[in-house]
């Protein structure tokens, strides 16, 4: 035994103590056989691990503190160290192993796998010359009973034959034996069930009420935002229509009310359904009046003098104001033709109406404050005559009525009490006047003024009918009164949305507005509506509302763009990771390299199996994935007008000059990424063969102590020891897995593109969008998509009690903290950069932050059930080469190392996950057998 040694802090004491008393005497240095002699003996030479001298270990020999406790666990046991020495040091050891052997990987590439710990594979690391306790051969160090036992004994039985201890080979066994997680975790499972139920049906819900309720425009356009409703009051301008002179809607782009010019005017509710062209355009397009709202009906008024009213452009209330005078400055002399008024004047002498009626405030239009009425007083006569008016198809008469009211000493008052002096309301068509309504004094004189709103005779319905309001008996000296706002409303054709001069009106406006959209290059346009209007940039320079924009990426094409950088930051992830990764690796790759050819034994069996095949279900799907592709990219083509102007005769058509690049490279980007799907789908999950040479996909199990591995096919390398359970699947779930991944196969990223070349209406608009992030998230969760998703609604409606308990243990897993901070981090980064990219509205910095934080908990949450789900067996791995079948589900867990030098755990248990093998063997009796190892005789019994 070497000398015992002081510890370091007593030698540092002794130096403080006697360092001005003693000379230092210089050590000369030691040669370099004695450097190269002192070196250890286990570990590799880029390391230069120091090693001192095991006299009782193979008659002695060099060995660092690293390999001799690993190499010797008893025997290190024995040190007088403490527990926490012995893990720093190997923490440190670690640490540095690991950035050595990296950068000798850099330099040059290690030809044997060394682990960690600096453990060979090959069989100088075992323990040499340890017996086994009952036989006497080459024995191993058991942790469960720290004695020597070989392979053959130690398995034997399937329990240790010290301590009785479980030896399975597999995993399996681990299965009946698993951590009970406490009624806690199954309690949190439960609840996390609820919640996802409450939110998806919720959201359903939420959906089905949004569709139901969605506003309608009179262009059936698609109000835009999250519940959009008619929240802008606009004025707009019309005409009758130059042919017939009948009223019909205004066409678009609407022009604004203009209080010198407009003379008949359309006040209605509208929402935006373009917000690029309606901000680009100032206004003047993008923007559409309702026809109804049904979510709004019963929380706001129909009526135009309530506040912030509904006024919907249907049939019973749609109609134009061919007068409307406010009696404000300056006058408004285009739409209020006044014949003749007799002593009435502009003033606020008996006050101004403080609730005036809806005049639209939107654009460049705003109306004046309320600061005049049409006061009348006088004598002999006192009324107010219009013009013959349009009121053919019927309407009201809309006004707001005060008279004088009763006051003490109002004899200094301008607004003098009424009492007997009655209002009345008059029309007349060339022949005499007739009553319309009578309002009394009694009941109009006060303080404020009252809205009245008169329906139009049926007799008074004509082309050129006037309205007139007097008061026929009055005291001179008082009875005074006073009108504000006065409209006259003319409803608009009978059955206007069936004549066919609106039809007309339709068309045109539509290739009008889809030209301003075109100019102006918003989201609405795109490739294909530039060809179906034959759009020419030069036609914009004749358009009022153009403006000079960047060129945008439209949603689609952005989508796509994100999904390349996905698939590229995917590639470079893998490749960095690899680079650190790899000496773990390295392990389980040189195991199944050596001795790959040995035959099993009864205890150790070494087993291949064929997957069944059949090249009819392998070609049927082929020609399925690889003709729906072609049928879009054909589609694409054809609607691009590809092949029309493939032709010399048609190069000079407008229609083959119309080109946009970023439209091709973002087709032949989506092109790549579906065909790299649909390979990737065709060859690692259908593996689809060469019927000349066909070669079934093979299953190598091999449960010898000293490998203990699982390979599919040339790849596919699964630790025994991570098998946790081996369970049989129907047939009708091999139909589910087989149509999900057929579901993944599909070409998402050309179809958002190419379904705009259909013309499905503003209700499906948002077809393209959702097959874009479909793409997306294929990218993102890789071909499974479809089939997590549904496995994982699979685990959310589990109710047996052995699934609720590996929920629960799925639940206490590690990293989840980490993985709800990462989704908290990142979601509200990415999903605001890709709304802000596009967004042109304004939104306040309120909204922005409560949108913010809505998406950073939103996006936690998500990562912390994304990191819940990783501990269940919903990531499938399957190896689908026939028909749908009874198979088996081999649920392995797919431990993953950090991808960075220090490895800790906490990432590593993020990366970390639950794989379900999905397979169907030729021999599934025996291929169960195999992977039960020694345990299978027990369980059959």
């Known amino acids: 035994m070497p000398p015992p040694q002081h510890k370091p802090h007593q030698q540092k004491r002794r130096k403080l103590k006697w360092r001005d008393k003693i000379k230092t005497v210089p050590v000369e240095p030691a040669e370099d056989v004695e450097k190269t002699l002192t070196k250890c003996q286990r570990c590799p030479e880029h390391r230069n691990r120091q090693g001192k001298f095991r006299l009782l270990i193979n008659d002695g020999c060099f060995l660092c503190d690293a390999c001799y406790r690993h190499e010797f666990p008893a025997t290190a046991m024995l040190d007088e160290e403490s527990d926490f020495r012995r893990n720093v040091k190997d923490i440190q050891h670690n640490i540095t192993n690991t950035i050595l052997d990296h950068v000798a990987e850099m330099k040059q590439p290690r030809q044997d796998a060394v682990g960690a710990n600096g453990d060979s594979s090959s069989s100088s690391s075992f323990p040499s010359e340890i017996e086994c306790r009952m036989c006497l051969e080459r024995g191993f160090f058991r942790t469960c009973c720290k004695s020597y036992y070989c392979h053959q004994c130690y398995f034997q039985s399937g329990q240790c034959p010290k301590c009785n201890k479980d030896t399975p080979l597999t995993g399996l066994a681990a299965a009946l034996n698993k951590e009970d997680p406490g009624r806690l975790a199954v309690g949190v499972s439960w609840l996390i069930s609820v919640l996802i139920i409450i939110i998806a049906i919720t959201a359903v819900a939420l959906l089905c009420w949004n569709v139901s309720t969605f506003p309608v425009t009179i262009s059936a356009n698609q109000c835009r935002g999250w519940l959009p409703t008619c929240n802008l009051a606009v004025c707009i301008e019309h005409n009758e229509h130059e042919e017939s002179g009948a009223f019909l809607p205004a066409t678009q782009p609407y022009n604004d009310c203009d209080r010198s010019t407009s003379s008949h005017q359309v006040i209605a509710?509208?929402?935006?359904?373009?917000w690029e062209a309606y901000i680009w355009s100032n206004h003047s397009i993008g923007y559409d009046i309702c026809i109804s709202s049904p979510r709004e009906e019963h929380s706001r008024s129909a009526?135009?003098?309530?506040?912030?009213?509904?006024?919907?452009?249907?049939n019973d209330n749609a109609g134009v104001y061919v007068f409307d005078d406010d009696f404000e400055f300056p006058l408004k002399e285009a739409s209020a033709p006044w014949q003749e008024i007799i002593n009435g004047k502009y003033s606020d002498a008996?006050?101004?109406?403080?609730?005036?009626?809806?005049?639209?405030?939107?654009?460049?239009f705003s109306p004046p404050d309320n600061k005049n009425a049409l006061v009348f007083g006088g004598r002999q006569r006192r009324h107010a005559t219009t013009q013959g008016l349009n009121v053919e198809s019927g309407g009201t008469?809309?006004?707001?009525l005060k008279l004088g009211p009763l006051i003490q000493n109002d004899l200094n008052s301008e607004c003098q009490a009424a009492f007997e002096g009655d209002v009345v309301l008059e029309y007349n068509t060339n022949s005499a006047w007739t009553t319309i309504g009578t309002y009394p004094a009694w009941k109009y004189r006060g303080e404020a003024f009252q809205f009245i709103s008169e329906i139009i005779p049926s007799d008074a319905r004509t082309n050129s009918t006037q309205f007139r309001i007097r008061q026929p008996k009055f005291d001179e000296m008082r009875d005074h009164w006073a009108i504000d706002d006065f409209r006259v409303l003319s409803r608009l054709t009978p059955q206007w949305q069936y004549s066919e001069e609106y039809k007309q009106l339709g068309r045109k406006q539509s290739e009008d507005v889809k030209l301003a959209q075109c100019c102006l290059d918003t989201n609405l346009c795109s490739f294909f509506d530039k060809k179906r209007i034959s759009f020419d940039s030069d036609i914009c320079e004749n358009i009022s509302t153009a403006k000079t924009n960047l060129r945008r990426l439209k949603t689609p094409e952005l989508l796509i763009l994100f999904t390349v950088l996905a698939a590229v930051g995917k590639v470079l992830y893998r490749l960095v990771s690899s680079r650190f990764t790899r000496i773990v690796k390295s392990n389980l790759k040189h195991l199944t390299n050596d001795d790959s050819e040995e035959e099993g034994t009864a205890l150790f069996p070494h087993k291949k199996f064929s997957a069944i095949s059949s090249l009819s279900w392998q070609y049927s799907l082929t020609f399925l994935l690889c003709g729906i592709m072609l049928l879009t990219i054909y589609r694409l083509l054809s609607a691009s007008m590809v092949f029309q102007c493939m032709h010399r005769e048609n190069s000079e058509d407008p229609l083959c000059r119309t080109n946009d690049v970023s439209f091709y490279i973002s087709s032949f980007a989506a092109f790549c990424l579906d065909a790299r799907v649909?390979?990737?789908?065709?060859t690692k999950v259908f593996f689809v063969e060469n019927p000349r040479n066909r070669k079934a996909l093979e299953v190598e199990v091999d449960l010898h102590p000293e490998r203990r591995y699982m390979r599919i096919g040339t790849g596919g390398v699964v630790p025994v020891s991570e098998i946790t359970e081996l369970q049989a699947k129907s047939r009708l779930f091999s139909w589910i897995v087989s149509s999900c991944y057929v579901m993944g196969g599909l070409p998402l990223a050309l179809g958002s593109l190419t379904i705009q070349s259909f013309e499905l209406g503003p209700e499906l608009d948002v077809l393209s969008p959702i097959l874009g992030s479909l793409a997306l998230l294929r990218e993102v969760f890789g071909l499974s998509l479809f089939a997590k998703f549904w496995l994982c609604v699979g685990w959310v409606f589990a109710f047996r009690v052995d699934d609720r308990k590996e929920?629960?243990?799925a639940v206490r897993r590690k990293g989840l903290l980490q993985q709800f901070l990462v989704g908290f981090c990142l979601t509200p980064i990415v999903v605001m950069f890709t709304l802000l990219i596009r967004r042109?509205?304004?939104v306040s910095s309120t909204d922005n932050l409560i949108l913010f934080i809505i998406f950073a908990v939103s996006g936690g949450l998500f990562g912390l059930l994304v990191g819940v789900f990783r501990g269940l067996p919903t990531t499938p791995d399957a190896y689908l080469t026939s028909w749908p079948r009874s198979c088996y589900g081999v649920t392995y867990y797919e431990k993953v190392r950090c991808p960075c030098i220090f490895s800790w755990n906490y990432c590593g248990e993020i990366h970390s996950r639950q794989v379900l093998l999905i397979i169907s063997l030729d021999d599934m009796h025996s291929f169960r057998?195999?992977?039960m190892g020694n345990l299978s005789d027990k369980n059959e019994s």
């Open 269 to 274: 509710s509208a929402c935006v359904y373009d």
């Open 303 to 314: 009526s135009v003098s309530s506040s912030k009213p509904l006024l919907l452009y249907s």
């Open 350 to 364: 008996c006050g101004v109406n403080r609730n005036p009626s809806e005049r639209g405030s939107h654009g460049a």
């Open 397 to 400: 008469v809309e006004f707001h």
């Open 678 to 682: 649909v390979g990737m789908l065709l």
């Open 807 to 809: 929920f629960g243990r």
């Open 840 to 842: 042109v509205e304004y």
């Open 929 to 931: 057998k195999s992977l």
